[in-house]
């Protein structure tokens, strides 16, 4: 059984397209906790960290499973942006990224019934065209990104406040690279359907 450690509906959905019988519970990590206690660790740290913390949250609980968790954060020059929770943050966000190139960090930690671990993080250049306060406000209003860092939806009208963006893995940017779960899985030994 596979499980996914996530509450979100971006990654339920994308984990269902590639185990469609994986389970998916809601992992038991305070995730601004981890983030202070990694101040000054690297975006790429805090992400793959937070991973491992919420596969590991639910070990005790499904000892025979395979456990994926997963992280994302946006790298915007070295600070890290969050999902912004309000109309006002998510412009905020999009102002300060608007005619940059960012790096979109999306990191998984699989957990096999060993306890032995399999890590991949994926990392994205995200560059977004030059954007004026009303289409960032019509945008916002329109998607409503609050639950989403970088405060865009890339799966849904986001995809037009793009000029670029490079990467290995698309199902990255909407929260677990598909791909690289594919191949941790795999190597894992997680029996193929």
């Known amino acids: 059984m596979l499980v996914l450690a996530s509450g979100s509906p971006y990654r339920r959905a994308l984990i269902a397209r590639l185990v469609p019988g994986a389970l998916a519970v809601d992992h038991r990590v305070d995730e601004r906790a981890v983030q202070s206690e990694?101040?000054?660790?690297?975006?790429d740290a805090i992400a793959e960290r937070l991973a491992e913390a919420k596969a590991a949250s639910l070990a005790e609980?499904?000892?025979?499973a395979w456990i994926l968790g997963s992280d994302q954060v946006v790298d915007h020059a070295?600070?890290?942006?969050?999902?912004?929770g309000?109309?006002?943050?998510?412009?905020a966000q999009l102002r300060s990224l608007a005619g940059q190139t960012h790096r979109l960090v999306t990191a998984v930690a699989l957990r096999d019934p060993t306890g032995h671990w399999h890590r991949h993080t994926d990392v994205h250049l995200m560059t977004l065209r030059s954007?004026?306060?009303?289409?960032?406000?019509?945008?916002?209003?329109?998607d409503a990104p609050l639950d989403?860092?970088?405060?865009?939806?890339?799966e849904a009208r986001g995809v037009t406040l793009f000029d670029e963006a490079r990467g290995?893995?698309?199902?990255?940017?909407?929260?677990?690279?598909?791909?690289?779960?594919?191949?941790?899985l795999r190597e894992a030994g997680f029996p193929e359907s």
């Open 38 to 43: 990694l101040a000054t660790a690297s975006p």
């Open 61 to 64: 609980t499904y000892p025979e």
């Open 78 to 84: 070295g600070e890290i942006l969050g999902k912004p």
């Open 148 to 154: 989403c860092c970088g405060s865009y939806r890339i």
């Open 131 to 142: 954007l004026d306060d009303e289409t960032i406000a019509r945008y916002v209003a329109a």
């Open 168 to 184: 290995n893995d698309p199902t990255a940017i909407e929260g677990l690279p598909l791909i690289a779960v594919a191949r941790l």
């Open 86 to 91: 309000t109309p006002a943050a998510a412009e």
